[in-house]
């Protein structure tokens, strides 16, 4: 029942572009910024809060794990059509921001991954099968 998240979605991604068009005029850009991260976010944050609440029925939340799943790339294809030719001639600190940035998600990878298995590298152990 794919339909049933679409409406959290669209509640999300209608405040997260609300929000980042507010936060462009805040900060004096004039532009959108980080409204589909907000929304993201905040489908994130509503969906579990929601869930714990007990107000999420089943379908919807197969709904909205369609839509979160399938949300990703979408919000990838819209960075990578950012013009980054512009954002690199601004100056150094973009380009600087950019590479640490990146540095930085790439070094968090094993610490995020040993923090979903338990701490522990071996998710066979886990499992307590035995053959």
Do not use: H
Request: glycine share 12%.
């Amino acid at each position: 029942m794919v339909i049933y998240g679409t409406a959290l979605l669209a509640f999300c991604m209608l405040v997260g572009l609300v929000a980042g068009q507010l936060l462009g005029i805040l900060l004096g850009v004039g532009k959108n910024v980080g409204g589909v991260g907000i929304a993201m976010l905040l489908l994130i944050v509503l969906s579990d809060w929601l869930r714990r609440r007990d107000r999420l029925p089943t379908p919807t939340q197969q709904g909205v794990l369609f839509w979160s799943s399938i949300y990703i790339p979408i919000v990838v294809a819209m960075a990578a059509s950012q013009n980054v030719v512009k954002a690199a001639s601004g100056g150094w600190l973009a380009l600087v921001a950019g590479v640490t940035t990146v540095l930085a998600c790439l070094a968090l990878v094993p610490v995020l991954s040993r923090l979903g298995t338990g701490g522990e590298d071996n998710p066979e152990s886990q499992s307590g099968a035995k053959e």
